[in-house]
């Protein structure tokens, strides 16, 4: 018998053919099952393969900021460049609703920028890594993961940045910055759940390239980051926390700000968050064996 030479969907244990067995006894047998675990993933071989998804994440970081200038002040100048966009052009009809509205802005910019590279990264890292995927075994999804994780890198620089600015707009942290770290924990889930979906259609069909720039474009208008929440009539701010970015980004600001999170809002986000990772994980591993077929 001829092992393949990657195993995908199977447990191997040993390597030899049946008939062997009888003419030598001490021979390993190769037992192949159904993987077995979460949604069909293995989470030990997940942990085995850590220092690949610390490589792959390590790598993303480097060519993010390969030959460049500035290097990581790219991580500040994307949301302070935008922040004053919006501040110059709606910052005085907000100015009676919002005291501070350059840093409500920024606020909300943070997480809904480390969320949107998130699915563009994402989305792009099967068809990026075709060399890889093609020629070595490990758990595919680790690509994916590697390029949603390395954004936590500029998320945490503008976030020291924005711990900078609190106290010249006269803002003291409360105990609610604590909801911080779990809503970002949120936050990469849902982008690695959307990023991992991405990246598998990119695969089979490469109009996908195009579509998530336009659909990033359209999903930040319905997120809370230039607009004050409630703007929308309430009708349709009934329905927004269904949209993951929506409640993440503001229950994010509020925490940031001291003040009170809703955690209403938080939760319904949430539980929308841990629904488009179940999706994208399980579409990416029903397809995940074609793609060195089809890349």
Same mark, same amino acid.
């Given at each position: 018998?001829?092992? @393949?030479?990657?195993?995908?969907?199977?447990? &191997?244990?040993?390597?030899?053919?049946?008939?062997?067995?009888?003419?030598?006894?001490?021979?390993?047998?190769?037992?192949?099952?159904?993987?077995?675990?979460?949604?069909?993933?293995d989470?030990?071989?997940? %942990?085995?393969y850590?220092?690949?998804?610390?490589?792959?994440? %390590?790598?993303?970081?480097?060519?993010?900021?390969?030959?460049?200038?500035?290097?990581?002040?790219?991580?500040?100048?994307?949301? &302070?460049?935008?922040?004053?966009?919006?501040?110059?052009?709606?910052?005085?009809?907000?100015?009676?609703?919002?005291?501070? /509205?350059?840093?409500?802005?920024?606020?909300? &910019?943070? @997480?809904?920028?480390?969320?949107?590279?998130?699915?563009?990264?994402?989305?792009?890292?099967?068809?990026?890594?075709?060399?890889? $995927?093609?020629?070595?075994?490990?758990?595919?999804?680790?690509?994916?993961?590697?390029?949603?994780?390395?954004?936590?890198?500029?998320?945490?620089?503008?976030f020291?940045?924005?711990?900078?600015? *609190?106290?010249?707009?006269?803002?003291? !942290?409360?105990?609610?910055?604590?909801?911080?770290?779990?809503?970002?924990?949120?936050?990469?889930?849902?982008?690695?759940?959307?990023?991992?979906?991405?990246s598998? *259609?990119?695969?089979a /069909?490469?109009?996908?390239?195009?579509?998530?720039?336009?659909?990033?474009?359209?999903?930040?208008?319905?997120? !809370?980051?230039?607009?004050?929440? =409630?703007?929308? =009539?309430?009708?349709?701010?009934?329905? &927004? !926390? *269904?949209?993951?970015a929506?409640?993440?980004?503001?229950?994010?600001?509020?925490?940031?700000?001291?003040?009170?999170?809703?955690?209403?809002?938080?939760?319904?986000?949430?539980?929308?968050?841990?629904?488009?990772?179940?999706?994208?994980?399980?579409?990416?591993?029903? $397809?995940?064996?074609?793609?060195?077929?089809?890349?």
């Amino acid at each position: 018998m001829t092992c @393949p030479a990657v195993v995908d969907e199977c447990t &191997l244990e040993a390597r030899t053919a049946d008939g062997d067995r009888d003419a030598h006894p001490e021979a390993p047998l190769t037992v192949i099952q159904p993987r077995t675990g979460w949604l069909g993933i293995d989470l030990t071989e997940l %942990w085995r393969y850590r220092e690949l998804l610390g490589f792959l994440t %390590w790598r993303d970081i480097k060519v993010r900021y390969k030959q460049t200038i500035l290097g990581a002040s790219w991580a500040l100048i994307q949301p &302070l460049a935008t922040m004053a966009v919006f501040t110059l052009f709606l910052g005085r009809n907000a100015a009676g609703a919002v005291e501070g /509205y350059s840093l409500f802005v920024f606020a909300g &910019l943070l @997480p809904w920028i480390f969320f949107a590279n998130g699915l563009s990264s994402g989305g792009q890292s099967i068809v990026g890594n075709q060399n890889l $995927v093609t020629k070595v075994y490990f758990p595919r999804l680790l690509i994916p993961m590697g390029a949603v994780v390395a954004g936590l890198v500029d998320l945490a620089i503008a976030f020291g940045l924005l711990l900078i600015m *609190l106290p010249f707009y006269g803002i003291t !942290p409360s105990w609610s910055i604590l909801w911080a770290p779990v809503i970002v924990v949120l936050l990469t889930a849902a982008a690695f759940g959307v990023g991992a979906l991405l990246s598998a *259609l990119t695969v089979a /069909y490469r109009d996908f390239r195009h579509v998530v720039p336009f659909l990033t474009q359209l999903w930040m208008f319905a997120t !809370p980051t230039i607009y004050l929440q =409630g703007s929308m =009539g309430e009708s349709l701010d009934r329905w &927004l !926390p *269904l949209n993951p970015a929506h409640g993440l980004v503001a229950s994010f600001r509020q925490a940031v700000l001291g003040q009170t999170v809703d955690l209403r809002v938080l939760g319904i986000s949430a539980l929308v968050s841990v629904a488009l990772l179940m999706l994208g994980v399980l579409y990416f591993r029903k $397809v995940e064996r074609s793609f060195a077929d089809v890349i």
